[in-house]
């Protein structure tokens, strides 16, 4: 689920740049202890899941600073286990504090909702009611965003290839703000289409929604209803609601969250599009659904329709070389574990965390939910890659007898020269001031030791990038691991690395990547400038009069007041950009449209002080000749010459600022993000 602040894109990590990375869980550190055996595989009974478990589970959550956490896990059509530990409420007093029950304790399960809405699309497509692969818009009231001929389909929208920007203005409810109805979140201020369908995932909380309003326009429905009765009740899910906010009998048995133990509680948060987040269910319910995924539930999917859904949604014809690395299937994560396929989907609110994983030709899921975010950024995020692998190792370990080295292809070191450089995430906003965060959040890849490349993104349990090596023609897999990452490219040009299902890298182009160092390069000369003009201040009114041999022109003084303006304005602007950055990384809510607006006016002010800059300058440049006559020697020379280089460096601060605004979409009219 993607959160309205930056912090909760895709799961709930310190910097955008790893949330956006999260949907899959893909490319996120590993925990440092995994409770796997190694081996052979374990019988999966409920004495052993649940002795594994409380092996693990009560010390990670003491460890995470996370208050409460359930489990549950199915295998051959039964629930093996469901499980609580920890507390869905702390109350005042350590007596009132209520444990986790996975019977009746309700988690938000964040965008593990979409499998949901991709359940709800498949059932009536298994009714002939919808097609995969028509056009949707010929289905809806509303106009989608067009900027390519080919059309959006449905089966474009449930695997994230519809080609629409991620923009997170209104996916949580502000303070006070009541739910929007599903044609309002899809169209009021909808995203803009910049790839072309079909070719490019992107993870999109918006295109869900669509799909979800396909299937509402398509049979008269409410969403909730065709929720209702198409997934929630002939799964038997008994206590999975939809409802935001709660009625008031799930209100008393819903978990609260917490960013970490001790912190205060996380207000319930209303999602939209409803669709792409949603859902509150217990541990029960998410066994049943589980258990009607793999196609132990009558009246929800066939199993043709499940096989349908299970299956990667698109091919080579669309996604070229990206086709053989993981896929996106119909709503669903698509990853190999230790040889099995895995099916699965992530869920991140601001303090829920959850994840559902089948194994589909195993017949087994696991689901594991959390209610903080805990101590550390990556908290949750370990806890449950560490429990998703833990099942994996200990129940289904690798079929072969002993692991094969990955041996290099002959291309390896070629290939790897062409993958080296500096890529931009697929999952971004273009439209939006936020566009700037992404410009500056470069992936990169370099290589590694001999033929192997490192990219910064996919990293192990320290943190540290992980080797992969080309194991076919554009193919690279990781080392001692199972992350799998394939290239498209064209004549040897790489056109994208698909980093996971759903989220694509792209060469970062040209002028974003040199932004960092035309931003960073032009805000220290600003800084330093204005340092000076207080200094220069300070020492006119120290003295009482115009420096000493200042023969400044009438324009140049006014010059020279106007950079003062632009200076100060960025001091502000700087100020309220920080703001800006602090409400969407944290829980104080979305920032004001009154201090976006003025950052953005004051930005523009100070990239305007180009033009007093310039006038500085040429005053400057007008005077030397007769100052150089007046003063004759070397010393007065070098000091005129310092001075005209100094205002042409203030010229290319304020150039290079305006660059960084209008590359970066500060100043954008569009204050959404």
Known sequence: MTHARLRTAGGVVSTLLACLLM???????RASVVPGLGGGASELTTAEA?????????AALEREGIVGATVSIVADGEIVTERGWGWSDLGDERADRRPVDPDRTLF??????????????????????LDLDDPVQDRIDVTLPRAFDRPVTLRHLLSHTAGFEDKLTGVIAGPGEGPTTLRDAVAVDPPEQIYEPGTTPAYSNWSNGVAAYVAEQATGRPWADLVQERVFDPAGMTTATLDQPLSSGDAAVVSGGWDAAGAAAVPFEIVSPAPAGAVSATASDMSAFMLAQLGHADGMLGPETLSEMHAPALDGYDLGGLAAGPRMTLGLFEEDRNGHRVLGHGGDLTAFHAQMDLWPDDDAGIYVSLNSTGARGD?????????????????????????AAVTATETAGEHADALVGSYQVSRRAESTFVRLFYALSAVDISRGPGDSVLISAVTDTSGAPVELVEVEPWVWQEIDGDRRVAVDQVDGAVQAVGLNPAFTLQPM???????????????????????????RAVRRIWSGRRLKGSVESRAETIGRVGVAVALLALVVAGVLWATVASALLSD???????????????????????????VVLVGRVRRAPAERAAGGGAPPRLRKGVAVAGRALLVLGFTGLGYAAVTGGLVLPDISY
């Open 108 to 129: 938000r399960i964040g965008s593990i909702s979409k499998v949901v809405t991709a359940t709800v699309v498949m059932s009536l497509v298994e009714e002939g009611v």
């Open 50 to 58: 649940d002795a594994w478990l409380d092996g693990f589970v009560p």
């Open 509 to 535: 182009p040209a002028p974003r990547q040199v932004l960092p160092l035309v931003l960073v390069a032009s805000l220290a000369v600003l800084v330093l400038a204005l340092v000076g003009t207080i200094v």
């Open 379 to 403: 908290a949750t995020t370990a806890v449950r890659e560490a429990l998703v692998d833990g099942f994996a190792d200990r129940w289904f370990p690798s079929d072969a007898a002993g692991e």
């Open 23 to 29: 949907a899959s869980c893909a490319t996120a550190p």
């Open 588 to 614: 104080a809510g979305p920032p004001s449209a009154v201090v976006l607006r003025t950052a953005q006016v004051l930005t523009a002010v100070t990239v305007a002080g180009v033009l007093p800059a310039v």
